[in-house]
């Protein structure tokens, strides 16, 4: 059977197959942008307080059958060197505001701010001098490379022009600092982390160290927008005694959950649900609810992140998991236009239909009206009416052949009683025409 007419039998078969075969391949598109169960999170050095949160979202997520991977770093400087590296797994990270490059956010995207990250500066008790007089000569710590309390305190340090003014600079990770500093082989370090790492607890609960206060807060605040001044009251740690004996003021910078723009967005909510869970308690720098917050420090905030603070979760993600609920969402997504698509089809393609199925029958309608009108003028234009029984053949040899569905028979019975009508009427003008004409030969 040729091409054309195979089409024209069995377009509506057709019809349904392509589109059968266009939501198939949507479908297969789709669930290969499903969300994957396993993501990496670069977090800082193994005991920190970054290491300790990444935790928490670990422990989160696993409860949506998501595996995060923890990738301990130096700090904030290498996470965000791992975001950028192509080449790294690591999808999310904590960094912390203000570091080196932070402003050049192509291809990342933030989650919003999680918490406060004082620069703790602890020294020996028995050191009396206050602010810069308190370091000269001293034997320092400023962080690892990598970290961000390195980044912040040689920031802070040529702001003060406090180059050559130490002892010794040394470049130790938080939990190495404080065991120098507990053992009397270190003078001064500079962390930064939260109120709640153990490392700054322990510190804080040792009587032979004391933490001290930034002089120039404010105007440090004025210079780095990033920074936030924030206070550790009097007696916080024990009103009795006396400890801190004085208010001490610090400054902080806020750390942010930043992911990579590609990161799925069934991830990024679950990450953000998680944090709403982990970060909404209160602590001594801020009360209740006041993180996560919707706070782009460098790096701009996701469209997704933007929703979730203006609105919440998704409604989906409140009925099922969130595989689920990516799936459900990205079939919403591809019904509309379906749906666009089908309604006006379901109202146009029987009319169609039928419009094709009777124009079949109508064509023949109209060569068989033709026929007529050449039979009536036949006798006047003495046409062998032979030629037009001949025309009415080949019209009911076609029509035989009409394939049609049943609801459509009743006309193309129709049409062969008609042409069979005009085929006697045109034989008895015929067989008139015959017997005029013998009759004029007698």
């Known amino acids: 059977m040729p091409a054309r007419d195979f089409l024209r039998l069995h377009w509506p078969a057709i019809t349904i197959s392509v589109t059968a075969a266009a939501i198939a391949c949507a479908a297969l598109l789709m669930l290969r942008s499903m969300p994957p169960h396993r993501i990496v999170m670069a977090t800082g050095p193994e005991g920190d307080a970054y290491y300790e949160v990444g935790g928490r979202y670990r422990a989160a997520l696993a409860r949506e059958n998501v595996e995060v991977q923890l990738a301990a770093t130096a700090g904030s400087v290498d996470n965000l060197a791992l975001l950028r590296d192509p080449h790294s797994q690591a999808s999310v990270a904590l960094i912390e505001g203000g570091i080196p490059g932070a402003a050049d956010s192509a291809g990342l995207e933030s989650l919003g701010t999680l918490f406060y990250e004082p620069l703790w500066w602890f020294q020996k008790r028995e050191v009396q001098a206050e602010g810069v007089d308190a370091l000269r000569g001293r034997r320092i710590s400023i962080g690892p490379q990598g970290s961000g309390t390195r980044a912040l305190s040689l920031e802070i340090i040529k702001r003060a022009r406090m180059e050559g003014l130490f ?47 930034f002089p120039h807060a404010d105007a440090f605040v004025a210079l780095f927008p990033f920074l936030t ?32 723009s590609d990161l799925h967005p069934a991830l990024q909510y679950l990450l953000l649900n998680a944090a709403a869970r982990i970060h909404s308690g209160p ?12 706070q782009a420090v460098d790096i701009p905030l996701s469209d997704e992140a933007v929703r979730f603070y203006k609105s ?8 099922f998991p969130f595989w689920m609920a990516a799936l459900i969402g990205k079939l919403f ?27 079949k029958i109508l064509r023949m309608y109209g060569e068989l009206r033709f026929l007529e009108d050449e039979m009536t003028g036949a006798g006047k234009a003495g046409r062998d009416p032979r030629g ?27 049409l062969r009683n008609h042409i069979d009508l005009v085929r006697e009427d045109l034989k008895k003008t015929a067989g008139s025409a015959a017997e005029g004409a013998v009759a004029r030969s007698e």
């Not at 600079?169 to 930064?192: C, N, Q």
């Not at 666009?340 to 094709?356: E, H, I, S």
Request: proline letters at 8%.
């Open 167 to 213: 002892s010794e600079v040394l470049a130790l990770a938080p939990r190495e600092a404080a065991d120098k500093l507990l053992a009397g082989k270190l003078d001064a370090a500079f962390i930064m982390t939260s109120w709640e790492s153990p490392v700054v607890q322990q510190l804080l609960a040792d009587e032979r160290l004391a933490p001290a206060g």
């Open 333 to 359: 997504i591809l019904l509309i236009p379906i749906l666009g698509l089908l309604y006006p089809m379901t109202r146009l393609l029987p009319r169609l239909y039928d419009w094709v199925m009777r124009s």
């Open 388 to 414: 037009m029984i001949a025309q009415l053949d080949r019209l009911s040899e076609q029509a035989n052949r009409l394939r049609v569905p049943v609801a459509y028979a009743s006309m193309l019975y129709m």
């Open 283 to 294: 602590n001594i720098f801020h009360r209740a609810n006041a993180f996560p917050a919707a």
């Open 312 to 319: 919440g979760l998704p409604f989906l993600h409140d009925y």
């Open 229 to 260: 001044k924030v206070v550790v009251p009097r007696g916080v740690l024990d009103m009795a005694n006396e400890r801190p004996p004085a208010d001490v003021v610090l400054i902080a910078t806020r750390a942010s959950l930043v992911v990579r």
